[in-house]
């Protein structure tokens, strides 16, 4: 309900300012409970901004956690025009002379030239395509002839290139010869040019024939260009012929260890950086961070600052600390610090002992500094049951609170206005009646003299 509102036009008071000094002074608890409520926001977005950088350093101690991470392989080709390779971590670490003679290929033969291949070629009857009838009738083009070959499916693919009908193998090798037997009766294959008149391909494009190459010396033939049964765990691409022999090495995958273990160190710091800024007090500017002083957060960081320094005993004793492959404490935020030319020489010489520092071996129980380490983040993480869950829904559930606290005394103060408002009214209008009364007396009195 609207109330009227009359200013000091006979008191000559400012209403609105004194009732707005005092609605100032009862909104006060409010403004107090508002800032209370953004000082509560502020700490739980900067949990859930730890709770983010926690996820990251979870998804990075899961890669050190893999034993492939540490046993992969690579296989590094001196000409990568000739062949390429995959290893996978069964392979052994070895050197390899490969020289490829000739790329297995797929038989591919081809029509006469026709004017238009979507015109009508008055061609009728049947022929097989590696045993796969293809029915031919008179409306048929080149076109639609390509379209049925490969609808029956035969195990070649046609297709109409330079107004000429190709017919290529879906495999290479010798034995990829495309079987054509021709309609007797109407000759269809004959007519269109792709068989003699004594039943021999006419226009071969492309010859079956398998891969040739050797590898150390051993002449080795096989169907395709990729090889995988030549040597133990590589896959070969054979990519051309070269007379050279290309120089095909196979080691340990030290590059991908390193990339992961710095990818962790990187997520660690950003998480220590983090929470170090959170908890700092900077004296020059007087200003704290939005989490200084939370113990539970300060336990997080004195947790992993001891599980990135703990000595692993269940580790090989020559590489059981992070600071013995290259990793150390760098400063007072307790950010780690890579040298990475330590790193990749330990892991070259020993990626198994790595693997046991880390926790990825179950020869010693998965024991190591990735799994204690992601032990602790679960603990926090813990979808439900963590401790940053926890937290987070505690601090929504006083932001919830303060909101009806506060919507509860805007409503008393709303009620509180307008009563202010209609006292003072009704002041104004007490004045008001006042001062008619006392004109109207003066007018009587003045009169009154008036006869006398």
Same mark, same amino acid.
């Given at each position: 309900?609207?109330?009227?509102?009359?200013?000091?036009?006979?008191?000559?008071?400012?209403?609105? &300012?004194?009732?707005?000094?005092?609605?100032?002074? &009862?909104?006060?608890?409010?403004?107090?409970?508002?800032?209370?409520?953004?000082?509560?926001?502020?700490?739980?977005?900067?949990?859930?901004?730890?709770?983010?950088?926690?996820?990251?350093?979870?998804?990075?101690?899961?890669?050190?956690?893999?034993?492939?991470?540490?046993?992969?392989?690579?296989?590094?080709?001196?000409?990568?025009?000739?062949?390429?390779?995959? @290893?996978?971590?069964? @392979?052994?670490?070895?050197?390899?002379?490969?020289?490829?003679?000739?790329?297995?290929?797929?038989?591919?033969?081809?029509?006469?030239?026709?004017?238009?291949?979507?015109?009508?070629?008055?061609?009728?009857?049947?022929?097989?395509?590696?045993?796969?009838?293809?029915?031919?009738?008179?409306?048929?083009?080149?076109?639609?002839?390509?379209?049925?070959?490969?609808?029956? %499916? @035969?195990?070649?693919?046609?297709?109409?290139?330079?107004? !000429?009908?190709?017919?290529?193998?879906?495999?290479?090798?010798?034995?990829?010869?495309?079987?054509?037997?021709?309609?007797?009766?109407?000759?269809?294959?004959?007519?269109?040019?792709?068989?003699?008149?004594?039943?021999?391909?006419?226009?071969?494009?492309?010859?079956?024939?398998?891969?040739?190459?050797?590898?150390?010396?051993?002449?080795?033939?096989?169907?395709?260009?990729?090889?995988?049964?030549?040597?133990?765990?590589?896959?070969?691409?054979?990519?051309?012929?070269?007379?050279?022999?290309?120089?095909?090495?196979?080691?340990?995958?030290?590059?991908?260890?390193?990339?992961?273990?710095?990818?962790?160190?990187?997520?660690?710091?950003?998480?220590?950086?983090?929470?170090?800024?959170?908890?700092?007090?900077?004296?020059?500017?007087?200003?704290?961070?939005?989490?200084?002083?939370?113990?539970?957060?300060?336990?997080? &960081? %004195?947790?992993? !600052?001891?599980?990135?320094? &703990?000595?692993?005993?269940?580790?090989?004793?020559?590489?059981?600390?992070?600071?013995?492959?290259?990793?150390?404490?760098?400063?007072?935020?307790?950010?780690?610090?890579?040298?990475?030319?330590?790193?990749?020489?330990?892991?070259?010489?020993?990626?198994?002992?790595?693997?046991?520092?880390?926790?990825?071996?179950?020869?010693?129980?998965?024991?190591?500094?990735?799994?204690?380490?992601?032990?602790?983040?679960?603990?926090?993480?813990?979808?439900?049951?963590?401790?940053?869950?926890?937290?987070?829904?505690?601090?929504?559930?006083?932001?919830?609170?303060?909101?009806?606290?506060?919507?509860?005394?805007?409503? !008393?103060?709303?009620?509180?206005?307008?009563?202010?408002?209609?006292?003072?009214?009704?002041?104004?209008?007490?004045?008001?009646?006042?001062?008619?009364?006392?004109?109207?007396?003066?007018?009587?009195?003045?009169?009154?003299?008036?006869?006398?």
């Amino acid at each position: 309900m609207t109330v009227m509102r009359i200013t000091g036009v006979m008191s000559g008071l400012d209403t609105e &300012e004194i009732i707005n000094k005092l609605m100032a002074i &009862e909104r006060r608890p409010i403004d107090l409970l508002n800032s209370k409520k953004a000082t509560l926001e502020k700490q739980k977005t900067a949990w859930q901004e730890i709770n983010t950088k926690l996820a990251d350093l979870h998804s990075k101690l899961a890669d050190l956690k893999l034993m492939s991470t540490y046993t992969g392989k690579v296989a590094t080709s001196s000409n990568t025009s000739v062949v390429t390779a995959t @290893a996978s971590s069964s @392979a052994t670490s070895a050197v390899y002379s490969i020289t490829v003679t000739q790329l297995a290929q797929a038989h591919s033969v081809a029509s006469d030239q026709f004017a238009d291949p979507a015109a009508a070629l008055n061609l009728s009857g049947t022929f097989t395509v590696e045993g796969v009838a293809v029915t031919v009738a008179t409306t048929d083009s080149l076109n639609s002839i390509r379209d049925k070959i490969n609808a029956a %499916n @035969a195990g070649a693919t046609a297709s109409v290139i330079d107004n !000429r009908l190709v017919i290529t193998s879906n495999t290479t090798g010798a034995a990829s010869t495309i079987d054509f037997v021709d309609d007797a009766t109407t000759g269809v294959l004959k007519s269109l040019g792709i068989l003699t008149a004594t039943n021999t391909i006419k226009n071969q494009l492309v010859a079956a024939q398998d891969a040739a190459f050797t590898v150390n010396g051993l002449n080795i033939t096989r169907s395709t260009n990729t090889v995988s049964d030549v040597i133990s765990g590589v896959t070969l691409t054979l990519k051309g012929a070269s007379a050279t022999a290309v120089s095909l090495e196979v080691k340990n995958d030290t590059q991908t260890a390193v990339n992961k273990i710095k990818a962790f160190v990187d997520s660690y710091n950003a998480l220590m950086s983090d929470i170090a800024t959170k908890l700092d007090y900077d004296s020059d500017t007087k200003t704290a961070g939005v989490l200084q002083g939370d113990r539970s957060l300060t336990d997080l &960081e %004195n947790q992993l !600052r001891r599980k990135s320094s &703990e000595i692993i005993s269940t580790a090989d004793p020559t590489l059981n600390a992070l600071n013995l492959i290259g990793i150390t404490t760098s400063n007072k935020e307790s950010t780690l610090t890579v040298n990475e030319t330590k790193l990749t020489d330990v892991l070259s010489a020993s990626p198994d002992k790595v693997a046991l520092l880390f926790g990825a071996s179950s020869t010693n129980g998965n024991d190591g500094v990735a799994t204690r380490m992601d032990s602790t983040v679960n603990l926090w993480t813990l979808s439900g049951t963590g401790f940053l869950a926890a937290k987070t829904d505690s601090l929504g559930n006083e932001i919830t609170d303060i909101e009806k606290q506060v919507q509860r005394m805007e409503n !008393r103060l709303s009620i509180r206005e307008r009563n202010l408002w209609r006292q003072f009214t009704a002041l104004e209008e007490m004045l008001a009646r006042m001062n008619a009364q006392s004109s109207w007396l003066a007018a009587q009195f003045s009169q009154m003299s008036g006869t006398t």
